[in-house]
């Protein structure tokens, strides 16, 4: 039932069938897989901002780029307990903390995320970084703190990166996908459609994701966020369509993901998000900022929540049914 062997033809196929014919099939996947009105909720926290030495065109904390971030060093542990116990009280069980580097370099800011990781997981939430580039020593170590999962973006096809990134390439991206495999942590990754890639791209992505050895446990989906002072500040919203699309192809090639309808909800409708939880999306990041650009609060989805009868999915429910 579960398949790595999809071929590109085969996800074109899905992607572009009648927009209404591709949700019914994605919600009637979604329903066999899982609970269609369980949606997990994650919290980000930028531990780190700004002033990364990577040349990704979508991203407000490039050096190189001139946009309105402020350049925050490294956080302090307590800070970081207090923002995740906030998180937890107000309905998030997973909390995902991101810092703007190319990698993670072997020094006392690693062991300073170690020791925010070992906190956040005695609060009993599931404790995600997003770090960049790390090699195997390094995701052992994260592990070993009580890391749950490991986002990192694959975020368009191998043909459009570098259109989009000159400072590393798809292959460095894969490598750590391997790493964080390896030291049997969850693997959180997808991508962003709006920079200007061509549908190809979309299922290009779509297909290296759904033909890697074990499917990532998240995917998430996001609409770029264009930010002024980027190189893609001016690009145009992407339609309600593209993201049901994108994510209703996610959930049909790969069934027991958590797809993420991520960055990008702001502009959108309470509707346009119901057609995104019927096309399969069923995790969403909540609080009034990802890392640097807003994002719909927590009363504003709370009140989602309650028209669409939806309820939030609790930790490590994963783990809970590999034990029982
Ligand atoms: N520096 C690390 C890295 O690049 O892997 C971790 C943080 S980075 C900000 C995490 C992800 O945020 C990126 O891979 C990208 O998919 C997403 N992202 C960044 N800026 C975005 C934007 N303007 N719109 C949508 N997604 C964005
Ligand atoms: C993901 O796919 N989206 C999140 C999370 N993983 C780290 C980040 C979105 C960032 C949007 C731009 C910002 O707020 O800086
Ligand atoms: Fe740096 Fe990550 Fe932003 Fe790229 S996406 S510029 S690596 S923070």
Same mark, same amino acid.
């Given at each position: 039932?579960?398949?790595?062997?999809?071929?590109?033809?085969?996800?074109?196929?899905?992607?572009?069938?009648?927009?209404?014919?591709?949700?019914?099939?994605?919600?009637?996947?979604?329903?066999?897989?899982?609970?269609?009105? *369980?949606?997990?909720?994650?919290?980000?926290?930028?531990?780190?901002?700004?002033? @990364? %030495?990577?040349? @990704?065109?979508? @991203? %407000?904390?490039?050096?190189?780029?001139?946009?309105?971030?402020?350049?925050?060093?490294?956080?302090? $542990?307590?800070?970081?307990?207090?923002?995740?116990?906030?998180?937890?009280?107000?309905?998030?069980?997973?909390?995902?903390?991101?810092?703007?580097?190319?990698? $993670?370099?072997?020094?006392?800011?690693?062991? !300073?995320?170690?020791?925010?990781?070992?906190?956040?997981?005695?609060?009993?939430?599931?404790?995600?970084?997003?770090?960049?580039?790390?090699?195997?020593?390094?995701?052992?170590?994260?592990?070993?703190?009580?890391?749950?999962?490991?986002?990192? #973006?694959?975020?368009?096809?191998?043909?459009?990166?570098?259109?989009?990134?000159?400072?590393?390439?798809?292959?460095?991206?894969?490598?750590?996908?391997?790493?964080?495999?390896?030291?049997?942590?969850?693997? @959180?990754?997808?991508?962003?459609?709006?920079?200007?890639?061509?549908?190809?791209?979309?299922?290009?992505?779509?297909?290296?994701?759904?033909?890697?050895?074990?499917? %990532? *446990?998240?995917?998430?989906? #996001?609409?770029?966020?264009?930010?002024?002072?980027?190189?893609?500040?001016?690009?145009?919203?992407?339609?309600?369509?593209?993201?049901?699309?994108?994510?209703?192809?996610?959930?049909?090639?790969?069934?027991?993901?958590?797809?993420?309808?991520?960055?990008?909800?702001?502009?959108?409708?309470?509707?346009?998000?119901?057609?995104?939880?019927?096309?399969?999306? #069923?995790?969403?990041?909540?609080?009034? !900022?990802?890392?640097?650009?807003?994002?719909?609060?927590?009363?504003?989805?709370?009140?989602?929540?309650? $028209?669409?009868?939806?309820?939030?999915?609790?930790?490590?429910?994963?783990?809970?049914?590999?034990?029982?």
């Amino acid at each position: 039932m579960i398949r790595n062997n999809w071929t590109r033809e085969e996800i074109a196929e899905i992607y572009n069938a009648p927009v209404l014919e591709l949700i019914y099939r994605a919600a009637t996947v979604h329903r066999q897989h899982h609970d269609a009105q *369980e949606v997990q909720v994650c919290t980000l926290l930028s531990v780190k901002t700004g002033g @990364c %030495p990577e040349d @990704c065109a979508y @991203c %407000p904390q490039a050096a190189r780029y001139h946009t309105d971030v402020k350049v925050h060093k490294l956080m302090e $542990v307590e800070e970081v307990m207090q923002k995740a116990i906030e998180a937890k009280e107000t309905g998030s069980t997973r909390f995902c903390m991101g810092a703007a580097w190319r990698e $993670v370099r072997d020094n006392k800011d690693f062991d !300073k995320v170690l020791d925010m990781v070992k906190g956040v997981s005695t609060l009993g939430m599931e404790v995600c970084c997003t770090l960049g580039m790390l090699s195997n020593e390094q995701a052992e170590k994260l592990k070993a703190a009580g890391l749950y999962a490991y986002n990192h #973006n694959l975020d368009t096809s191998e043909e459009f990166y570098g259109d989009i990134i000159s400072t590393r390439t798809y292959k460095d991206r894969l490598d750590t996908l391997e790493h964080v495999r390896k030291a049997k942590i969850s693997v @959180c990754s997808g991508g962003i459609i709006g920079m200007g890639e061509g549908e190809g791209d979309r299922i290009g992505m779509l297909l290296t994701l759904a033909t890697l050895p074990e499917h %990532p *446990e998240s995917v998430p989906v #996001n609409a770029l966020v264009p930010v002024e002072g980027t190189p893609l500040e001016d690009q145009e919203k992407v339609s309600v369509w593209e993201m049901v699309r994108m994510i209703a192809t996610a959930r049909i090639i790969m069934p027991r993901a958590m797809v993420r309808l991520s960055a990008g909800r702001v502009r959108m409708t309470l509707e346009e998000q119901a057609l995104c939880f019927m096309a399969g999306a #069923n995790s969403i990041f909540a609080g009034d !900022k990802l890392l640097t650009t807003p994002n719909p609060g927590t009363i504003l989805d709370q009140a989602m929540f309650q $028209v669409l009868n939806l309820r939030p999915r609790q930790a490590y429910k994963n783990l809970e049914k590999v034990s029982a």
